[in-house]
């Protein structure tokens, strides 16, 4: 607990030395090409809200938490979520699960919310503006500058039914920020297959999925082949091979 409190009391002054006046969103922003290539965690998030809308009627909550208790969701959650902000909970077992049943019913909430009122306008996702592209902590370099910041789980609801982050949906805080690739971590965690990263990478790239990453290539190639030394850098950073030792 002490220690939650410390780490607490140090964002807050990372966030008063930092401040800048955050505005409203203005663009009507595609969700693919927002999370790809570095937040793959939203996918995750994405499937495990398809598992809660497929969830048994009258299911009790602690059933559905032990039916994903070997989900994607997992991983993220103590791979990313734990390992990033409260790696000290790693330390104990019982406590990784307590704060695994806790998300995942806080998770359901947000789902049902969704599901019965729509997206609440009171509580915007969250995005960055940094004032110049910035390397990733993988160390990829993305001539970009717009990434996601908080509200992971809403832009998951609305990446799951193809919805647009609209204007206000949103908020942009220019506040200095790292870029956090958790793609980096998440794939080869989950082992994730060549398509499936390939299709994940191609949002952030194509309008058109692929299968492969020789595909991914070649529609790089003939779309934008001044980005092809970006797709070597991702791909170099973040994926291995789940079928090579």
């Known amino acids: 607990m002490a220690r939650s409190v410390v780490a607490s009391a140090r964002r807050i002054v990372r966030r008063a030395a930092t401040w800048r006046p955050k505005y409203d969103g203005t663009e009507s922003l595609d969700v693919g090409r927002l999370i790809s290539p570095f937040r793959y965690d939203v996918v995750v998030r994405a499937q495990l809200f398809d598992a809660v809308a497929t969830r048994p009627q009258g299911q009790p909550v602690d059933d559905f938490v032990a039916s994903v208790a070997h989900h994607p969701y997992a991983v993220w959650f103590r791979d990313?979520?734990?390992?990033?902000?409260?790696?000290?909970?790693?330390?104990?077992?019982?406590?990784?699960?307590?704060?695994?049943?806790?998300?995942?019913?806080?998770?359901?909430?947000?789902?049902?919310?969704?599901?019965?009122?729509?997206?609440?306008?009171?509580?915007?996702?969250?995005?960055?503006?940094?004032?110049?592209?910035?390397?990733?902590?993988?160390?990829?370099?993305?001539?970009?500058?717009?990434?996601?910041?908080?509200?992971?789980?809403?832009?998951?609801?609305?990446?799951?039914t193809g919805a647009r982050l609209e204007p206000w949906m949103h908020r942009v805080d220019p506040r200095p920020s790292r870029v956090i690739d958790n793609t980096a971590v998440l794939a080869p965690a989950l082992r994730l297959s060549e398509g499936e990263y390939a299709s994940f990478l191609a949002l952030s790239f194509l309008d058109e999925p692929v299968d492969s990453l020789?595909?991914?290539?070649?529609?790089?190639?003939?779309?934008?082949?001044?980005?092809l030394a970006e797709l070597e850098a991702l791909v170099s950073a973040q994926w291995r091979d789940p079928g090579q030792p």
């Open 80 to 160: 990313v979520e734990l390992r990033r902000f409260f790696p000290w909970v790693l330390e104990d077992p019982h406590e990784v699960a307590a704060a695994y049943a806790a998300r995942v019913r806080r998770a359901i909430g947000t789902f049902e919310s969704f599901r019965e009122r729509g997206f609440d306008a009171g509580e915007p996702i969250m995005l960055r503006r940094l004032a110049r592209p910035a390397a990733s902590d993988s160390g990829v370099l993305l001539p970009r500058v717009l990434h996601l910041g908080d509200g992971g789980h809403r832009l998951a609801l609305l990446h799951r």
């Open 214 to 227: 020789d595909a991914l290539a070649s529609g790089v190639g003939q779309a934008c082949p001044q980005r």
